[in-house]
């Protein structure tokens, strides 16, 4: 996630290249036109009344905004949804070391180990990653899980499963009252909401409709505009012409760019320092010191 303005007009307009050159050429092909006087035989070419023009246009700019709310949407679902990972992980920290961790110190470090395994694999999931390829995962799992998790379907249920039947074994062994183990229950299923949520954002893409009809419409629009306005403006139809339909295409690619928000590219969530977090804290509900750092954003500004 981008999380500084240390971007540059050079930099936006190398990013949208294809854009501007096909502006840039469509209009240029219209003023070359219009100087010579190619097509004085229809001379009405050039007569394009603006208005139905201007409307074409803001009814691409209400297509393309649209898409990109719905896809910020997302962005932000996801990023909902991990906050409430790390707030109904550090529940469920508090809950096991308070219950049982006075009584069996050892399980309750396997349980909240075993949950920060389960958000760096949930992580690692999310943007088609490894998990058992991951130095943080393979950090909080034992040799036996980490040789069988990865036969499982859905590995971080898997994770959370093995979590509830030991919290619930304990329970029938130490006689747990039934409303704690009844909260330690609602947690898991909070877990299990929240892992659903991600999947589900992270399997259903946006219609592709969406995307290929802005496309579309853009790169049409760059063509109709010019005979619109050259004979007003002559040669500053080109640079208009780019601006105008080099705003469009920002609004769609800014939906594009949003539409999955557990990516890699510098607009994607920032997974690896969310769960460096929950690591830290739940580490710290366990006692212990020499805690590593939060990550910070890199030199070009983007925390991930």
């Known amino acids: 996630m981008m999380v500084s303005n240390r971007g540059s ?11 501007v050159v096909w502006s840039a050429f469509s209009a240029s092909i219209c003023v070359l036109i219009y100087k010579l006087h190619v097509l004085d035989v229809i001379p009405a070419l050039f007569k394009l009344p603006t208005m139905p023009v201007a409307v074409v246009g803001g009814a691409i700019g209400i297509f393309v905004s649209f898409r990109t709310n719905s896809a910020y949407a997302r962005w932000w679902e996801g990023r909902q949804l991990w906050g409430r990972l790390i707030n109904t992980s ?11 961790g006075r009584h069996d110190e050892p399980t309750s470090q396997l349980l909240v180990r075993r949950q920060i395994a389960y958000v760096h694999t949930l992580r690692c999931l999310l ?11 393979r950090a909080f799992l034992g040799e036996s899980e980490l040789a069988d998790l990865p ?19 304990w329970a029938d062994d130490h006689d747990m009252s039934p409303h704690r183990l009844q909260q330690l229950d609602e ?19 946006l219609p592709r409709g969406y995307g290929f009809i802005a496309e ?28 105008i339909c080099l705003s469009f295409a920002l609004i769609s690619e800014a ?10 590219f510098w ?20 006692g212990e010191t020499g805690l590593p750092p939060v990550p910070g954003p890199d030199a070009n500004g983007i925390l991930m």
Not at 90 to 100: E, K, N
Not at 127 to 137: L, M, W
Not at 154 to 162: K, P, S
Not at 187 to 205: A, F, M, N, W, Y
């Open 9 to 19: 007009v050079t930099g936006l307009l190398r990013w949208q290249r294809e854009n």
């Open 90 to 100: 550090r529940h469920f920290s508090t809950q096991v070391v308070s219950w049982i």
């Open 127 to 137: 943007r088609n990653e490894d998990p058992f390829a991951d130095d943080d995962v």
């Open 151 to 169: 036969e499982k379907s859905n590995t971080t249920h898997a994770i959370l499963h093995l979590n509830h039947l030991d919290f619930t074994t």
């Open 187 to 205: 947690s898991v299923r909070h877990l299990l909401d929240i892992q659903g949520g991600c999947e589900r954002i992270k399997k259903t893409p």
């Open 216 to 243: 579309q419409l853009i790169k049409y629009y760059a063509w109709l505009l010019p005979f619109a306005i050259v004979s007003e403006l002559d040669v500053l139809t080109i640079p208009m012409n780019v601006l």
């Open 255 to 264: 939906g594009r760019v949003l539409e999955d928000p557990f990516t890699m």
């Open 267 to 286: 607009n994607g969530l920032p997974l690896f320092a969310m769960s460096k977090t929950i690591e830290r804290d739940l580490r710290s509900r366990l």
